[in-house]
């Protein structure tokens, strides 16, 4: 049974954040691939070849299943289910692009790909969740002079150098990550 998704998924959807698309595998099993995510109306768009995995398992098995985690807050998230309702081709890319500009602000840069198609999904069920979390954030959590996301030394102070049996020496993760 189709479903509206809520003001709060749709602007997470709005937004350039990463969603994790799950199809089913011939064997039942999930497979999750990271994909740009559009908004048509109420149906959620992925954009795809026609011979890849999420267009095969989704034609054999239409069953989808998406998390959508916000890149500014990872405390803010959809979880959705749903079905893909038509496999639309887009062999000039218009709705490729459409989802390009959202994440890099230009048309899609590999335009040499025959067979592109747009999966469009319908929503059957919804959860978001925003965790208030602003003193966990604030305490482990901070940015650089250059905005990028930095661990603070609190942190870091839990990760030690490890040396396996082998020899081999895992570090501390840096202290800044790029934003």
Same mark, same amino acid.
């Given at each position: 049974?189709?479903?509206?998704?809520?003001?709060?998924? %749709?602007?997470?959807?709005?937004?350039? +954040?990463?969603?994790?698309?799950?199809?089913?595998?011939?064997?039942?099993?999930?497979? $999750?691939?990271?994909?740009?995510?559009?908004?048509?109306?109420? /149906?959620?768009?992925?954009?795809?070849?026609?011979?890849?995995? %999420?267009? %095969?398992?989704? *034609?054999?098995?239409?069953?989808?299943?998406?998390?959508?985690?916000? &890149?500014? +807050?990872?405390?803010?998230?959809?979880?959705? !289910?749903?079905?893909?309702?038509?496999?639309?081709?887009?062999?000039?890319?218009?709705?490729?692009?459409?989802?390009? /500009?959202?994440?890099?602000? %230009?048309?899609?840069?590999?335009?040499?790909?025959?067979? *592109?198609?747009?999966?469009?999904?319908?929503?059957?069920?919804? !959860?978001?969740?925003?965790?208030? #979390?602003? $003193?966990?954030?604030?305490?482990? /959590?901070?940015? +650089?002079?250059?905005?990028?996301?930095?661990?603070?030394? &609190?942190?870091?102070? /839990?990760?030690?150098?490890? #040396?396996?049996?082998?020899?081999? #020496?895992?570090?501390?993760?840096?202290?800044?990550?790029?934003?």
């Amino acid at each position: 049974m189709p479903t509206t998704l809520s003001p709060e998924a %749709k602007k997470l959807v709005d937004r350039p +954040n990463f969603a994790h698309l799950a199809t089913l595998l011939p064997d039942g099993s999930p497979q $999750s691939t990271p994909v740009w995510i559009g908004l048509e109306g109420e /149906h959620l768009v992925v954009c795809t070849s026609d011979g890849s995995l %999420k267009a %095969k398992n989704t *034609r054999r098995d239409p069953r989808v299943a998406l998390s959508i985690v916000d &890149s500014e +807050n990872p405390y803010e998230e959809v979880q959705i !289910r749903g079905r893909v309702e038509e496999w639309r081709p887009d062999p000039e890319l218009k709705t490729l692009d459409a989802i390009s /500009h959202k994440y890099i602000g %230009k048309p899609f840069p590999m335009r040499g790909y025959e067979g *592109r198609v747009a999966l469009i999904i319908e929503v059957e069920k919804e !959860r978001y969740t925003k965790l208030d #979390t602003p $003193s966990f954030r604030s305490s482990t /959590h901070r940015r +650089n002079e250059k905005g990028a996301a930095c661990a603070a030394p &609190s942190v870091l102070a /839990h990760h030690q150098p490890v #040396t396996s049996p082998a020899g081999s #020496t895992s570090l501390p993760p840096p202290a800044c990550y790029p934003r």
